[in-house]
C-alpha cells in the first residue's frame, strides 16, 4: 500500500542513539569531513555537543542518523531544518563521516530518502541547500537526484586565505514528483 520512507538501497534513516556520540566527536576530527560539511570554521567537539544538539533539534527539526542496510553501520546524517510550514519550505544538510562510506552512492541514497519524506509525509513545498564550490562529490550527488543550482553566494566563504563560493541548490515537489514518475 505505502512504500517504505525511512528504508532505502542501501542506508536507512533512523533516530539518534546515545553510543552515537563518540563516533560522531570523532568525526570532527577530520578536518576535511569539516570542510565540506559547512562553511563554520573547523573545530574538533566532545561527544556532549552532539547530545546537546540532538536534544535542540528534536522538536523543530526532522534529524536522522544514516545506517547501512548491511551491518546497520552509522556513517553520518541527514536534516531537514529552518522548516517554514507556512511557505511549506525547509532546508536540507547531509553529512558521511565515515570515509569509506563516502563516493559509493550512500549519500545519494540517503537524499533519496530525506527528498521523498520531505515530499511525501511532510508535504513540503520546496527544500534548498547551499554546499561549497569545491565539494564536487556533494554536488554531484545533488544534481544526480535532480537538485538545480539556483544561484551563488559569490566569495561567500573565506578558507586558507583563499575565498569561495556558496552554491545554492533547490528541488520542488513537482520536480520530484516528476522525477519518480519518470524512473
Known amino acids: 500500500m505505502f512504500s517504505p520512507i525511512f528504508t532505502g538501497s542501501l542506508v536507512r534513516l533512523t533516530s539518534p ?7 560522531f566527536a570523532s568525526w570532527t576530527h577530520d578536518d576535511e569531513y569539516m570542510r565540506l560539511l559547512d562553511d563554520d570554521p573547523v573545530r574538533p567537539q566532545s561527544a556532549s555537543t552532539f547530545n546537546s544538539f540532538a536534544d535542540a533539534t528534536k ?3 526532522y534529524y536522522f542518523h544514516l545506517r547501512t542496510l548491511e551491518g546497520d553501520h552509522l556513517i553520518g546524517f541527514v536534516v531537514l531544518f529552518n522548516l517554514k510550514w507556512r511557505n511549506q519550505t525547509a532546508e536540507l544538510a547531509i553529512g558521511i563521516g565515515a570515509k569509506n562510506y563516502r563516493g559509493k552512492g550512500y549519500g545519494r541514497d540517503a537524499l533519496t530518502l530525506i527528498l521523498n519524506y520531505a515530499f511525501s509525509e511532510l508535504c513540503l513545498r520546496r527544500v534548498s541547500l547551499t554546499v561549497l564550490e569545491y565539494n564536487t562529490a556533494a554536488i554531484q550527488a545533488y544534481e544526480r537526484v535532480g537538485l538545480q543550482r ?9 578558507r586558507d586565505g583563499q575565498t569561495f563560493d556558496l552554491l545554492l541548490y533547490g528541488i520542488l515537489q513537482e520536480e520530484w514528483k516528476s522525477r519518480l514518475t519518470t524512473r
Open 150 to 158: 539556483e544561484g551563488t553566494y559569490r566569495q561567500a566563504v573565506r
Open 17 to 23: 542513539r546515545p553510543e552515537d556520540q563518540e563516533l
Open 59 to 61: 522538536h523543530d527539526d
